[in-house]
């Protein structure tokens, strides 16, 4: 009788959490070292060396100067996020203004744009169409400072799910699929985003998720976000 066989791990996948694994720790530290990253993410110093190797191929990581750790033994060179290369576009379309921002690796807003509409008598069609305008503008000043972009998102008013604005009482939206007349749009102004990643939320989750990430609070990771325009939002985060 044939014994169960066990399923072989996924190799591919092991290494893509790796990889994951040491950018995240890089991006938290903001500059370290491969034996620093080694002994933080429990893994062997030629491991992380190898993964490393592919993250500064890709132009996510760079490489400058070197530092002493404060420990005995020779110095590490420094490892950082990359400030060119792969970056990401963020838009924010409110009741009276789009706009968008093109951020690197290191989380710096590198271009930012704002627009003053009025979007509450215009058709959700136009208004993302306008929001594409004022995005397809950022990553072009973003183009001149070497960031192309890998992803873009979409902070939007109302109840969103599935990259469709289900209710937005401040625009008048109901049932607009936002993400796909965005995406469209953009690609019609640059062929370039076509196939661009979108992702879209709420305009107050979304602000919550940044101050989580890049803003102010430190250790503190469980909080309440309130936002206050011409509506009010709010989320929690635990």
């Known amino acids: 009788m044939n014994q169960p066989t066990e399923p072989k791990a996924d190799k591919s996948g092991v290494r893509r959490h790796n990889l994951s694994l040491v950018l995240r720790t890089v991006h938290e530290a903001g500059e370290t070292t491969r034996a ?11 491991a992380v060396s ?3 190797e592919q993250l500064l191929d890709l132009g996510l990581l760079v490489e400058s100067g070197k530092t002493f750790s404060g ?13 060119t290369g792969p970056a ?26 704002t627009e003053r509409l009025d979007n509450r008598g215009t058709g959700a069609g136009e208004v993302l169409a306008r929001a594409a305008r004022v995005a397809a503008g950022a990553l072009d000043e973003a183009a001149g400072l070497g960031l192309v972009p890998a992803g ?26 936002a993400e796909r007349l965005f995406a469209d749009a953009l ?26 990430w890049f803003g102010t609070l430190g250790e503190v990771r469980t909080f309440l976000h309130l936002t206050g325009e011409i509506g009010v939002g709010g989320a929690i985060v635990v």
């Open 36 to 46: 620093a990253v080694a002994a933080r993410v429990g893994l062997t110093r030629p």
């Open 50 to 52: 190898s993964l490393v």
């Open 71 to 83: 420990q005995a033994g020779r110095p590490g060179t420094v490892l950082k996020p990359a400030d």
């Open 88 to 113: 990401g576009l963020g838009v924010e379309i409110n009741v009276d203004y789009v706009t968008a921002c093109v951020a690197d690796l290191t989380g710096t807003d590198r271009v930012r744009r």
């Open 152 to 177: 873009a998102g979409l902070a939007l008013p109302g109840l969103v799910s599935g990259g469709t604005v289900r209710q937005a009482p401040n625009l008048g939206w109901h049932d607009v699929p």
């Open 187 to 212: 690609t019609a102004l640059r062929p370039a985003t076509a196939g661009l990643p979108v992702a879209s939320d709420n305009e107050a989750n979304s602000a919550a998720l940044a101050e989580l």
